[in-house]
């Protein structure tokens, strides 16, 4: 079956096709009990390695990756590798090795998922993830927290509030308007927080990546899951 093309996810009317590596059997079972209740998500293919799992198919549009598995492969090789078939990755992990989730956060994965997370949370990350929409979570933010790999980008005091403001959810116009300056002047100012954040091999193509950033730089606090009473 022929690779599928780059930035081709799954539309917001089509299925969903997932894989699932991970070397023990348990998870993969979990998985597929959770996806038999649902209609827009169905598990294709499930492998032990990445590279069985490519054997087997190329046409997914989002894998759920265990971080550490037999054949030795780094979080960061696996990323990399589903991603030069144009599929993405949704990492599902107990939580207990953070240096592996920093790895995977760095080869770009859209998100990270608990194994121990409610059904709900898990399928909203693997539809996010299936539709190239990247999964912010307690998890990773957690996970990019103090990496010493991340370059720190320096911002103007003017800068910061731009991208505190826009990536809290503003417009240029509302953040323009919380500023006294124009909206003209924001979208400016925007395109400048996004070259440096470029010029630092930190990229910030959309809204979600620029929220990412100022997590990760403490413009603004980590997400926190909201827990039932």
Do not use: C
Not at 36 to 44: A, G, P, R
Not at 161 to 182: D, F, I, N, W
Request: glycine share 10%.
């Amino acid at each position: 079956m022929d690779d599928k093309e780059m930035g081709t996810p799954a539309a917001p009317d089509e299925v969903v096709r997932v894989g699932m590596v991970d070397d023990h059997r348990a998870p993969v079972w979990g998985i597929e009990r959770i996806l038999e209740d649902v209609d827009d998500l169905v598990l294709v293919a499930s492998a032990a390695t990445v590279a069985d799992l490519l054997a087997q198919t190329t046409d997914l549009d989002v894998v759920i990756l265990d971080l550490r598995l037999g054949d030795g492969t780094s979080p960061r090789e696996n990323v990399a590798r589903l991603a030069e078939h144009g599929i993405g990755t949704v990492v599902y992990t107990s939580g207990e090795h953070p240096d592996l989730l920093r790895s995977a956060a760095r080869a770009g994965t859209l998100g990270v998922v608990l194994k121990s997370a409610p059904e709900e949370e898990i399928l909203g990350a693997v539809r996010a993830g299936g539709r190239g929409q990247e999964v912010l979570t307690t998890e990773w933010a957690a996970a990019i927290d103090g990496d010493p790999n991340l370059d720190a980008v320096a911002l103007s005091p003017q800068l910061q509030r731009v991208l505190t403001l826009y990536a809290s959810g503003g417009t240029s116009v509302s953040v323009g308007e919380e500023l006294g300056v124009a909206a003209d002047t924001v979208n400016e100012y925007l395109k400048r927080i996004r070259q440096k954040y470029a010029d630092a091999g930190r990229p910030t193509r959309t809204k979600l990546d620029l929220f990412k950033r100022a997590v990760e730089d403490g413009w603004l606090p980590m997400p926190h899951r909201s827990r039932p009473d």
